[in-house]
């Protein structure tokens, strides 16, 4: 089993719990969420009026800045999305949660972006297949950017794994929960994504809390799964141990009764 940094949380029972939960802790940390979700909404904004800036400057490279502008907004989002999942992190574990979390993520910039590629590789497989595939395997992976955001030093391999070990039988939990922000999505495009500064953390939070949940709920199962593991190897043991004392028992008896007729041959004689 991979080890995963543990994080004291309530043990949330559904959804609407979960919900209330992410708000009251969103409560008071607007003067840093809120400069956060400004980045991560309008930095595409940000690339697409510079793209079209260096077009009109450089006409004869203008067919090479849509394909630079998409691959750095790709770069940028992979680790934005860790950064802002670092900063809600702290949140719910009750450590300090600053700014600096949401940028101390570019020092992994390489290998968020290299994970980001491989889930896509892998959904676009699945979608290949038939849209609802896809769509399965978009939710089995979604929980390796937390589970990189909590342990920085495991492979992107692993996070995948890990991810999708926790997320069995769990996928449509969080597709319902998702489904409950649909509202707030619609309401942030409506309002130019003015709505999405408190809508991003506030989704952020809420998956956050679902990750620490599901943990904790491996764990619980991993842990369980361990000591059972252990209990019939002891019991196996004790029973292989069983039948070979028997069987010596069994040896021994015959043994004896041999060396008894022997004997009282030996004396008749």
């Not at 939960?21 to 690339?47: C, D, E, W």
Request: proline share 2%; charged share 20%.
């Amino acid at each position: 089993m991979l080890k995963l940094s543990y994080c004291e949380v309530i043990n949330l029972i559904n959804r609407v719990e979960l919900k209330k939960k992410a708000k009251f802790m969103l409560k008071g940390n607007a003067r840093n969420y809120v400069p956060i979700a400004i980045i991560f909404i309008y930095t595409s904004a940000l690339l697409s009026f510079s793209e079209k800036n260096l077009s009109i400057l450089f006409r004869h490279y203008r067919d090479i800045f849509p394909v630079i502008s998409s691959i750095v907004l790709w770069v940028l989002q992979s680790v934005f999305v860790v950064g802002i999942i670092s900063f809600c992190l702290n949140i719910a574990c009750g450590r300090n949660s600053e700014i600096t979390d949401f940028f101390d993520q570019f020092e992994h910039t390489g290998k968020l972006f290299l994970l980001s590629l491989v889930k896509n590789f892998f959904i676009c497989l699945w979608g290949l297949l038939l849209i609802v595939p896809g769509f399965i395997a978009y939710y089995r992976y979604s929980m390796a950017e937390y589970i990189i955001a909590e342990n920085p030093d495991i492979s992107i391999s692993d996070a995948i794994k890990q991810s999708k070990e926790m997320m069995n039988g769990k996928k449509g939990r969080l597709f319902i929960l998702d489904l409950t922000f649909l509202g707030w999505t619609i309401l942030t495009a409506v309002t130019g994504g003015l709505a999405g500064l408190y809508a991003i953390p506030y989704i952020f939070m809420s998956r956050t809390l679902f990750y620490l949940n599901v943990k904790q709920e491996y764990m619980d199962e991993q842990a369980f799964r361990k000591a059972w593991n252990e209990k019939k190897q002891q019991t196996e043991g004790v029973n292989k141990e069983s039948d070979y004392n028997d069987g010596n028992s069994d040896f021994t008896d015959e043994r004896k009764k041999r060396e008894m007729e022997n004997h009282t041959w030996s004396h008749n004689n």
